[in-house]
């Protein structure tokens, strides 16, 4: 029996740090809690790096507006043809106010 390999369980005790997660769909982008806190914002800008396949969310003034936790991206999608689809942890920059998605990083397990 010893061979066998186990994951431990840890009780909800041991909080694991809240991160900022991004849920990209067919039509929308969703922002957890943790992500809105950190933008603090309720426009966002989206910009999108096609070499590295990083999408950018920032805040901005005259960006497109948060509705409740979704942001509607489809015809963000569409012109840089991004089909990605999944949960995302994304990687916040102060300086910027900014949140990037790396799409080659894979999608997150729900926990």
Known sequence: MSKIAFEVY???GE???KLPLVTISKNSIVLNKHA???LNTE???LAFNKEKNIIR?????DGQNIKKTKVFGRGFFNHFYITSKG????DYDEEENA???D???GTVNPQ
């Open 87 to 90: 949960k995302y942890q994304a």
């Open 99 to 101: 949140l990037y998605v």
């Open 103 to 105: 799409l080659n990083k």
């Open 10 to 12: 840890k009780p909800r």
């Open 57 to 61: 969310i920032k805040a901005s003034e």
């Open 36 to 38: 809105r806190e950190k």
């Open 43 to 45: 426009k966002v800008e």
């Open 15 to 17: 909080r694991v740090p």
